[in-house]
């Protein structure tokens, strides 16, 4: 990776992982999990998805289970939950602006790590992009018994897309900056929080009438 992006890369990657690691203890909490129940949901949904990154485009060990910054972003996402959950289930509309921005980050920065990858494709990138914003919450609510919220809840995966895709084209047109980099996960963010907001939803099958 240039090195111009590292500390864009990390700075997402970070924000992604707390804000991820704060959403997956909250549903660890109200499974009524243990510190370890906490603490596992958490990580999981924290770096499941950056994980999933790393051993597609074949960047091995994954950074989410060697750097220690980001396994201590996970740990402090769950350890905070844990301790403060009855003020955080007060706020769980903000939790979901926090899941939003968790997003928004991991879709930017798992495009970018796979784009200046050698190898990958630009099509890989944009799979790769959204495979890391919605990996680990999937895992997250496999882990917690329930519907993964990618196909329960309002746009999520499209947004994802969005900010991806914005990320590999302007790679390729050679105008990729870092405000490129925070201009798409504002964008996606704001897709996001306007989906939630109007209950927006991708198309559903159309109910068939009995016969």
Not at 3 to 9: C, E, I, V
Not at 78 to 85: C, E, I, M, R
Request: aromatic share 6%.
């Amino acid at each position: 990776m240039p090195t111009t992006f590292a500390s864009a890369q990390l700075a997402l990657d970070l924000v992604g992982v707390f804000v991820f690691g704060l959403s997956g203890g909250l549903v660890a909490v109200k499974k009524r999990f243990d510190l370890f129940g906490v603490l596992v949901l958490a990580c999981a949904a924290a770096l499941g998805g950056g994980i999933m990154r790393d051993l597609l485009i074949g960047s091995v060990p994954p950074v989410g289970i060697s750097d220690w910054r980001l396994l201590t972003a996970a740990a402090l996402g769950g350890l905070v939950t844990f301790l403060f959950h009855p003020g955080v289930e007060r706020v769980t509309r903000f939790v979901r602006v926090l899941d939003a921005a968790g997003l928004a980050a991991f879709a930017v920065s798992g495009s970018l790590k796979a784009i200046t990858t050698a190898g990958v494709s630009p099509i890989a990138s944009v799979l790769v992009g959204v495979i890391t914003a919605i990996g680990g919450g999937i895992v997250r609510d496999l882990l917690a018994g329930q519907v993964p919220e990618v196909l329960r809840r309002e746009l999520y995966a499209l947004p994802a897309m969005l900010g991806a895709v914005i990320v590999v084209v302007a790679a390729q047109l050679g105008s990729l900056q870092d405000w490129v980099l925070w201009a798409s996960a504002a964008l996606v963010f704001a897709v996001r929080m306007v989906a939630v907001r109007l209950d927006l939803n991708a198309p559903t099958p159309l109910r068939s009438t009995p016969t």
